[in-house]
């Protein structure tokens, strides 16, 4: 069943408002604080729909939309999306319940007009980037996204062994000694790393979302269904235990750092030896805020983000290979007429 949440004053239907906090109804004003808010639903009127929602295609399934009655056809992992014929939000319940319910949401705090100022401006660092990139018709393909993550707690202990020189020089008469001093260093230390964040969508890119971090997870809230109306919303493809390993090498890689990070004052420091223990605490399932944006260009598909909280994007600027043309040939005019001014060529 697709879930929409009707304006008690209007009827019109209602989005999350991040940077108010609330759901708001853009028609007459409304807002109503997610804590508060009382799902109003025409049981008649899903009961009329009923025949077809949940209907299997394939991997696909098929929800009615509470306003217009259109088709929603959404893939096995999608929870909440907007219909494309009215963009009436609707929330797929029976995947966000059970084992696939999050425990945790982080809100958006990023509105969509301050997510397109923020790609806009960004666009402008690059001179070659192409014209159409910033457009309006590319700014209207940013889409709200609930991403979910696994967040993991670890109990680290690191012990580590490691050779270290030390250089001195001494002068005594005309000449100058070298010495190198040698010395084994020894380390044990143990940390907690709370939080530590993998996402579980195979749709997002894993090198984008690390560098769209961090995220302040003091804000999360007990998850309710009401922050995801008016934004697209995944559930895991992964499980915690698939993503476990990921979690792991990356705690192991931060234990080690700090660990390694002890060992000051040495002009040569080489570890010799190293042993990791970790013991997994916890595991929690949330669901954190993104902006995206997918662009095709030159044939090749390329996805930017806007960390839905702080506002931080990350990609890389695709280059227009006219301007690129353009930029080279001019260069080049440019130092020919140099080489006629100064070398009379």
Not at 37 to 63: H, N, R, T, W
Request: net charge negative; glycine share 8%.
């Amino acid at each position: 069943m697709a879930i929409t949440y009707k304006c008690p004053s209007c009827g019109a239907p209602m989005a999350f408002d991040g940077e108010k906090g609330t759901l708001s109804c853009e028609y007459c004003g409304t807002d109503l604080p997610v804590e508060e808010i009382e799902q109003s639903l025409d049981q008649e009127e899903y009961e009329a729909l009923k025949p077809k929602e949940g209907e299997e295609d394939g991997i696909f399934k098929v929800y009615r939309c509470t306003s217009c009655g259109a088709e929603m056809l959404t893939d096995e992992h999608t929870s909440a999306t907007v219909c494309g014929f009215c963009g009436t939000p609707g929330l797929m319940e029976d995947r966000l319940t059970g084992q696939h319910k999050p425990s945790r949401v982080l809100p958006f705090q990023i509105s969509r007009e301050r997510a397109e100022e923020i790609f806009r401006q960004w666009t402008k660092r690059g001179l070659l980037t192409p014209g159409d990139f910033s457009s309006r018709n590319t700014l209207e393909k940013i889409t709200g996204i609930y991403v979910p993550y696994w967040l993991y707690d670890y109990d680290t202990s690191v012990t580590l062994t490691a050779h270290c020189t030390r250089i001195r020089h001494q002068r005594k008469g005309d000449y100058e000694y070298t010495y190198t001093d040698h010395f084994q260093v020894y380390r044990e230390v143990e940390g907690d790393y709370d939080k530590v964040p993998e996402d579980a969508s195979e749709k997002m890119e894993d090198e984008l979302m690390e560098r769209a971090e961090p995220f302040d997870y003091s804000q999360m809230k007990p998850f309710e269904m009401p922050y995801l109306a008016g934004f697209l919303s995944e559930k895991y493809n992964y499980t915690s235990a698939e993503m476990a390993q990921r979690a792991k090498k990356r705690v192991s890689e931060m234990a080690f750092g700090a660990a390694r990070g002890t060992i000051n004052g040495y002009a040569t420091v080489n570890v010799t030896t190293q042993r990791i223990h970790l013991r997994e605490k916890a595991v929690e399932y949330v669901l954190l805020p993104v902006w995206m944006l997918n662009y095709r260009y030159n044939g090749t598909n390329q996805q930017f983000l806007i960390n839905g909280q702080s506002g931080k994007m990350v990609g890389t600027l695709p280059v227009s290979t006219g301007k690129a043309a353009a930029w080279f040939g001019g260069i080049t005019a440019a130092v020919f007429l140099l080489l006629n001014l100064f070398l009379g060529v």
